[in-house]
């Protein structure tokens, strides 16, 4: 299970719930999954960007993207890869239906496909973090997912760590101190590069937030690409309507003492993906 503060009993309730109806839904023709080509998970810390672009992909038409399903405990589960595509279009359905909201955000995009599809090509699931906390705590889980989803492919969103870790750190539901989230965000990274180690090459597309706040339609498009999926215009524009150009300054609203900002210094060193950050940018 990814999250420790899920009950125990909660979560077996779901998996139960889910393989019976997942079950029974396969006794019935499913022609229209036949063309999957990928598979599309997401892995890397909170707060960088992984519903948006997840919600984005799944305004496409050859896309079916989930919003936190939780891939990783349907495998330990033993769902068969067909019960998971359907659990994983229920899913992308009640969000659509519910406006794609996210914390504070909505990330609803009019007069396009999200809850539906035509052609469908990629199927997957927006759990970032919880991806990365289910193969931290069983490591053989990435070896496992990339046979069983073949071809997997996986997104990284990244954000100046100074902006991600104060948004957590600034979250009342988590209560963390930013030492705590610094730490935290180090033993996610440290997951993330075994994972990354694990992939055929290929298989990794990164986005740097920041760009896809000032380029949506280009950081967009490239990956449409990496999925092989065409990014048309009218796709393109409606996406890119709903980014926001600024945000909340979280960064200054935490106390960085001296110890912090070097803790974070030295995560942007020990990092590649990190190259090029800093406290002033």
């Known amino acids: 299970m990814a999250y420790p503060d899920v009950p125990i009993w909660l979560e077996l309730a779901r998996l139960g719930r889910d393989f019976a109806w997942s079950g029974a839904r396969c006794l019935f023709p499913q022609q229209a999954r036949s063309g999957v080509a990928r598979y599309c998970l997401f892995m890397g810390a909170p707060r960088n960007g992984h519903s948006l672009v997840g919600s984005m992909l799944d305004a496409h038409r050859n896309v079916v993207m989930a919003h936190e399903l939780g891939v990783p405990k349907y495998l330990l589960a033993h769902f068969s890869v067909r019960q998971l595509q359907l659990l994983l279009i229920a899913n992308a359905r009640r969000h659509a239906a519910s406006g794609r909201?996210?914390?504070?955000?909505?990330?609803?995009?009019r007069g396009q496909w999200q809850g539906r599809y035509e052609d469908l090509r990629v199927i997957g699931d927006k759990h970032?973090?919880?991806?990365?906390?289910?193969v931290r705590a069983r490591p053989w889980l990435a070896h496992a997912l990339i046979e069983r989803l073949d071809p997997l492919y996986l997104i990284h969103v990244i954000r100046n760590p100074f902006d991600a870790i104060a948004s957590v750190a600034g979250t009342g539901k988590r209560n963390k101190s930013p030492e705590q989230v610094i730490g935290y965000f180090d033993r996610l990274y440290?997951?993330?590069?075994r994972v990354q180690e694990q992939l055929p090459p290929g298989r990794l597309h990164e986005v740097r937030f920041e760009d896809l706040q000032s380029h949506p339609r280009e950081q967009l498009g490239m990956v449409c690409r990496f999925l092989d999926v065409d990014p048309t215009a009218d796709y393109l524009d409606a996406c890119a309507s709903i980014v926001l150009r600024e945000l909340p300054d979280r960064r200054n609203q935490v106390h960085w003492d001296d110890s912090s900002r070097q803790r974070v210094e030295a995560l942007i060193r020990k990092y590649p993906f990190l190259s090029g950050y800093a406290y002033e940018d």
Not at 101 to 109: E, K, V
Not at 128 to 134: A, D, M, R
């Open 101 to 109: 909201r996210h914390i504070h955000y909505s990330h609803a995009i």
């Open 128 to 134: 970032g973090e919880g991806f990365l906390l289910s």
């Open 190 to 193: 440290e997951t993330l590069t």
